[in-house]
């Protein structure tokens, strides 16, 4: 199998510059990116098309950390990001989309790939896919847990600050 795709949609009753925010607040992503231990800049401007990341992962108990480098390839706030991910056996794509419904709600929906460097690999993540569908369960989890974190925000990302003129 050379390419798994799989994807999830929510609805969050938050706005979408809101539920933005929340997902791009780096002291949130653990809280709804199952196993993240650290993601830390290595090249680019934070934030910026073309940034890469050092991006450590912990899949589980029994199961050993891995690492890759993420490159962020587009960013439109309140709309989109689109992300590659590149490890010593795998890539990975993911594109999070953002679409007001209304002012106070909105969804959110991924759309991901998953493909193998070696045949191996690609075989070992096929059968995973085919017999447990465990990429398209992992992404509902965590995406289902950023609803949460959305939802039950109280972070207020849009305080205006005065000055003294």
Do not use: C
Not at 95 to 102: E, N, Q, R
Not at 137 to 153: A, C, F, R, S, T
């Amino acid at each position: 199998m050379p390419k798994v795709e799989y994807g999830h949609e929510i609805t969050v009753n938050k706005s979408v510059e809101e539920a933005w925010a929340v997902s791009e607040d780096p002291s949130k992503h653990s809280l709804w990116i199952d196993g993240l231990e650290s993601e830390e800049l290595i090249s680019g401007e934070k934030g910026m098309p073309g940034s890469k990341y050092k991006v450590v992962v912990n899949p589980g108990e029994g199961q050993d950390k891995f690492e890759m480098t993420e490159t962020l390839l587009e960013r439109v706030p309140n709309d989109h990001v689109k992300m590659h991910f590149d490890s010593k056996d795998m890539e990975f794509g993911q594109s999070i989309i953002f679409t007001a419904k209304d002012s106070s709600t909105s969804s959110i929906k991924t759309e991901s790939y998953i493909k193998g460097k070696s045949a191996m690999m690609r075989s070992m993540l096929g059968l995973m896919e085919i017999f447990g569908n465990s990429f398209q369960k992992q992404e509902e989890v965590n995406i289902d847990k950023l609803k949460g974190v959305v939802d039950e925000n109280t972070t207020d990302y849009f305080v205006e600050v005065l000055t003294d003129s």
